[in-house]
Nanobody, 115 residues
Framework: QVQLVESGGGLVQPGGSLRLSCATS????????LGWYRQAPGQEREFVAQ???????SYADSVKGRFTITRVNPMSTVWLQMDALKSEDTAVYYC?????????WGKGTLVTVSS
């Protein structure tokens, strides 16, 4: 059974940092592209960042320079380091694992940026 479990969300002040993690099981982690997406209240889910099996990364313009995605294949885990957080980063953050014809999502973790 495939599982993606996000953790690390919470309440943080503007300018602060959080580190999200996504622990996976039931997939051959090393061959998947791993991504983070987010959905703010009343808005559609949007891309945040992704990392390929080869370690190539890409980011949404809104988070470039502030967020960093990393993966550790032996741990089957992907992280999202979020720095210089802004109120507009408030959202539920979802982990996604993709491979041709395969697509798995976690249930999300809530990040609230507020003073």
């Amino acid at each position: 059974q495939v599982q993606l479990v996000e953790s690390g969300g919470g309440l943080v002040q503007p300018g602060g940092s959080l580190r999200l993690s996504c622990a996976t099981s039931g997939i051959i982690f090393a061959i998947y592209t791993l991504g983070w997406y987010r959905q703010a209240p009343g808005q559609e889910r949007e891309f945040v960042a992704q990392i390929t099996p080869g370690g190539n990364t890409s980011y949404a313009d809104s988070v470039k320079g502030r967020f960093t995605i990393t993966r550790v294949n032996p741990m089957s885990t992907v992280w999202l380091q979020m720095d210089a957080l802004k109120s507009e980063d408030t959202a539920v953050y979802y982990c996604r694992a993709t491979f041709p014809n395969l697509n798995h999502w976690g249930k999300g973790t809530l990040v609230t940026v507020s003073s």
